[in-house]
């Protein structure tokens, strides 16, 4: 009775795992699930989708399918991000003319100087500036250009009730520095690293306004935006997601290429 006993034991074990779904089936719901999404446009799900077929290495025949099918997928990314790619190359063309391109021996990359910006034209005034480089890293500067020391260390861009203010730069820190040359003295204030706190897209959308700029120190000073300086902003932030988006791209086209097989 005993061994009886066993042998029913086993058999509805056996008649269990008989019944649980293969390898092959569960891996097919998968792919098939893919197929679905992609049908749906939503790639990135179907191909995580054909991924996790990985985890089945029984399903030899969904394993390949799912190879063949995720090659077919990233070709197809691979060539509309190309096509994407030589658009932004063009646009950053464009772009690139109201600037200069410049690169010293103290510079690590190469930095884009709006020909409205250049030296000459910040001689003998207190302004704000757009530096930018080739990644496409943008940030402002408050320029101040005077007989006596404002020891500012923030800016404030406003007209009427709209303003936008900059965080707090230590003066003598390495972003506020300052110098002088017989009886004038220059200051300059760099906010990078965001510590502009959105001072540069403020007077991007707003440059159509008559926009003022305090200098905030242990004195002030106020100065009106020229119309040039605006525009090099606008420009600058227009110049920089250009840059930026081709920088992406090319990563991703370079982690696409690895996995597409060669034509």
């Known amino acids: 009775m005993r061994r009886t006993g066993f042998l029913m034991i086993g058999w509805v074990i056996l008649f269990i795992y008989s019944c649980q779904p293969s390898d092959e089936k569960k891996a097919a719901i998968r792919l ?14 179907a191909l995580l989708q054909l991924d996790s077929i990985a985890l089945y290495p029984k399903a030899v025949y969904s394993a390949n399918a799912a190879k063949n099918l995720s090659a077919e997928i990233n070709y197809s990314i691979l060539k509309r991000k190309q096509v994407e ?5 063009a646009l950053v063309s464009r772009l690139e003319i109201p600037f200069e391109k410049q690169k010293t021996e103290f510079d690590r990359y190469a930095q884009y100087i709006h020909k409205k910006q250049n030296l000459q034209s910040g001689l003998n005034r207190s302004f704000i500036k757009v530096h930018l480089d080739e990644r496409g890293m943008i940030y402002l500067s408050s320029n101040y250009f ?6 500012h260390y923030a800016l404030r861009v406003y007209d009427g009730d709209l303003s936008a203010k900059t965080d707090s730069i230590p003066v003598g820190s390495e972003e506020n520095r300052q110098s002088d040359f017989m009886e004038y003295k220059w200051e300059k204030v760099a906010y990078m690293n965001g510590k502009d706190k959105g001072v540069l897209q403020f007077i991007a959308d707003h440059a159509d306004r008559k926009l003022k700029a305090v200098f905030i120190g242990r004195q002030q000073q106020f100065i009106v935006l020229e119309e040039y300086d605006k525009q090099a902003v606008k420009d600058a932030i227009a110049l920089s997601n250009a840059l930026k988006r081709r920088t992406s791209l090319s990563a991703e086209i370079k982690a696409l290429e690895k996995k597409v097989p060669m034509q």
Request: glycine share 8%; hydrophobic share 30%; charged share 25%.
């Open 146 to 151: 005077g007989k006596s020391l404002l020891n």
């Open 32 to 45: 098939n699930n893919a197929k679905y999404l992609l049908e749906k446009g939503d790639t990135t799900q």
């Open 85 to 89: 790619l030589d658009s932004v190359n």
